[in-house]
C-alpha cells in the first residue's frame, strides 16, 4: 500500500510541475513561435549531417530536405555548436543582406581567430570590416583596369610553366597555383614563381586548418595550420620591413600595390598601422584571393569538357580577340568587356558550383521573420543553393544554360555567388578579371577531355573534384 501511495504522490507532483512548465512557458500574447525544425544531437546538433552531405557532393540534400520537412522560408536548426536558423530563398536573402549591422551581423566561428590571430587584439570580425573600408581604393574601376595587363602577363607565364607541353595535368592544384600567383603578385608584388611556391605550401596548410575541426594537438590539420599561420606572417613582416625601405629609398612606387598603399595611409586620426597589423590584413587577402577563384577555374575546365557546344562558343568568342592583338601585346580592359558569352558560362558555372555556399550572420537584437522569432545571439545562415539549385528561380536548375545571364540576368537575390548587400564580396570584379583572362588563355591553346569521366565533387567547404580534376590535353596546332 506504502508503494502505491508513493507512486500516486510522485504522480501528483509531476502533473503539478507540468502544470507549472506550461502555464509560466505559454507563450505571450502577439508572440511568435521559434521557426520549426531540429537540432539534433547534443551538443554537435546536425553539424556532422550538414558536413557529411558536402562531403557527398551535395550540400544541397540538407537544405532542401529541410524546406520540404518544415518551411521553404526559414527553419530551425543547431550547427558548430550554436543555436541556428536557415534562411532560404530570395526573401531569405534579401532580408540578411538588407539588415547588416541593423539586425545581424558577421559571424566566424571562435575558432577562425587561432589561426586569424590579430595583432592590434581585434576580433576576425572587426579586423573584416577595416579591411572593407580600405579595399575600394585597390578595386576601384581605374585600378582594376591597370590589372588586366599584369594579369595577361602572369596567365601567359603559368601556361606556359604548367600546362604546354604535356600530354595530361591535374587542374585544381594548376588553378590554385594561378590564383595564388597573382594574388602575390598584385598584393604584395611578388612574382618569383619559386618565392610564389614557397608561400604556396604553408597557405595550403592555413586554409587546410580553417575547415578542419578545432582540436589543437601536435600532427591535426587545425594545429599544422596556426603554425603555418605564424610562419606566413613572419615572412609578410619581413616583406613588409624591406618594402619600407625600398620605399623610402625610392626602389618602390607608392601605388604598385595594396602593400604600399597600407604602409601610406593613415585612418581618421593620422595613424598608420603597424607592421604586424599590415601582414594580417594581407594574409587575409591573400586567402580570400585566390581560394574561390581557382575553385571556380577548376570548374570552368570541367564543364567545358563536358559541353563542346558550349566550349566551341567560348572559343570562337575568345579567337576574335587574340586575332585583333598585335604580336605580344596583352589583353587590356576593353578586350575583357567583350567576353560576355564567355563571362554568361562562368555565371551559369558558379550557379551550379558555388564557390561560396553560404555564410553565416548573427541576430543582434530579436526579431520576427515570416511569422516566426528569432532570438538575439542566434547564428543565422543563408545557403545559395537554396536559390541557385531551386526552380522556382531557375527552371529546369540542373541543366548548364548560360542564356540565363542575357540581357538583365536573374531576378534580384537569387544569384548569389558573391554574397550580396553591404557584405557582397569587394573583390567580385577582380575575380570577374583572372576568371575570363585563365578561360582566354586556356581555350585559345587547348581543348581536352575528363580522365575520370564520373569524379566525384566533394564540397568542403567550397566544391572540388575528389582527385582534382585531372585532363587529357589537345594543343591548337594554329595557336594564335
Avoid at 569524379?455 to 587529357?472: F, N, Q, S, T
Wanted: proline letters at 7%; charged letters at 20%; glycine letters at 6%.
Amino acid at each position: 500500500m506504502d508503494v502505491f501511495y508513493v507512486s500516486l504522490l510522485c504522480l501528483f507532483i509531476s502533473s503539478v510541475f507540468l502544470s507549472l512548465h506550461f502555464f509560466f512557458s505559454k507563450k505571450k500574447p502577439g508572440s511568435a513561435a521559434l521557426p520549426p525544425g531540429k537540432t539534433g544531437w547534443p551538443v554537435i546538433g546536425e553539424s556532422l549531417e550538414f558536413l557529411q552531405t558536402g562531403w557527398k557532393g551535395h550540400p544541397e540534400k540538407f537544405i532542401f530536405d529541410r524546406m520540404t520537412k518544415y518551411s521553404s522560408t526559414v527553419f530551425r536548426t543547431h550547427l558548430l555548436g550554436e543555436k541556428a536558423a536557415v534562411f532560404c530563398g530570395a526573401a531569405g536573402n534579401k532580408f540578411l543582406f538588407s539588415n547588416e549591422n541593423k539586425l545581424v551581423q558577421a559571424w566566424w566561428p571562435s575558432s577562425v581567430d587561432k589561426i586569424f590571430p590579430s595583432s592590434t587584439q581585434t576580433s576576425s570580425k572587426e579586423e573584416a570590416i577595416k579591411m572593407r573600408k580600405m579595399l575600394p581604393n585597390f578595386l576601384k574601376p581605374e585600378a582594376l583596369h591597370r590589372y588586366v595587363g599584369i594579369m595577361d602577363h602572369i596567365a601567359q607565364r603559368h601556361f606556359a610553366d604548367g600546362w604546354e607541353n604535356r600530354g595530361n595535368v591535374v587542374v585544381f592544384p594548376l588553378a590554385k597555383n594561378y590564383t595564388f600567383w597573382l594574388a602575390c603578385r598584385l598584393f604584395v608584388s611578388i612574382e618569383d614563381p619559386k618565392q610564389v611556391d614557397e608561400l604556396a605550401e604553408p597557405f595550403n596548410l592555413l586554409a587546410s586548418g580553417l575547415i578542419s575541426i578545432p582540436i589543437d594537438l601536435p600532427g591535426t590539420p587545425f594545429n599544422k595550420g596556426i603554425k603555418a599561420s605564424n610562419f606566413v606572417r613572419k615572412e609578410l613582416v619581413s616583406i613588409i620591413k624591406r618594402r619600407k625601405i625600398d620605399l623610402a629609398e625610392g626602389k618602390a612606387s607608392p601605388t604598385q600595390d595594396i602593400l604600399s598603399h597600407m604602409l601610406l595611409t593613415s585612418d581618421e586620426n593620422g595613424k598608420f598601422m603597424e607592421e604586424l597589423d599590415i601582414a594580417d590584413k594581407i594574409l587575409g587577402l591573400l586567402i580570400g584571393g585566390h581560394d574561390t577563384a581557382s575553385s571556380a577555374c577548376t570548374f570552368i575546365v570541367k564543364y567545358l569538357a563536358e559541353l563542346p557546344q558550349v566550349y566551341q562558343a567560348v572559343y570562337k568568342e575568345q579567337m576574335e580577340i587574340a586575332k585583333a592583338k598585335g604580336p605580344g601585346e596583352l589583353l587590356n580592359w576593353d578586350d575583357l568587356q567583350k567576353m560576355k558569352y564567355s563571362w554568361n558560362v562562368a555565371c551559369e558555372v558558379l550557379r551550379l558550383a558555388s564557390p561560396l555556399q553560404g555564410a553565416f550572420r548573427e541576430a543582434i537584437a530579436d526579431f520576427a521573420y515570416n511569422g516566426f522569432s528569432i532570438p538575439k545571439g542566434w547564428k543565422l545562415y543563408w545557403s545559395a543553393n537554396s536559390t541557385h539549385r531551386n526552380p522556382e528561380f531557375f527552371p529546369e536548375p540542373q541543366k548548364f544554360n548560360p542564356s540565363r545571364f542575357e540581357g538583365s540576368g536573374p531576378a534580384p537575390y537569387t544569384f548569389v555567388p558573391f554574397g550580396g548587400g553591404p557584405r557582397m564580396c569587394p573583390g567580385k570584379e577582380y575575380a570577374r578579371l583572372e576568371i575570363l583572362v585563365f578561360m582566354h588563355h586556356l581555350v585559345k591553346r587547348f581543348k581536352w577531355e575528363k580522365m575520370i569521366p564520373d569524379e566525384k565533387i566533394v564540397v568542403d567547404p567550397m566544391p572540388i573534384p575528389a582527385k582534382g580534376l585531372p585532363v587529357r590535353l589537345f594543343p591548337h596546332k594554329n595557336l594564335a
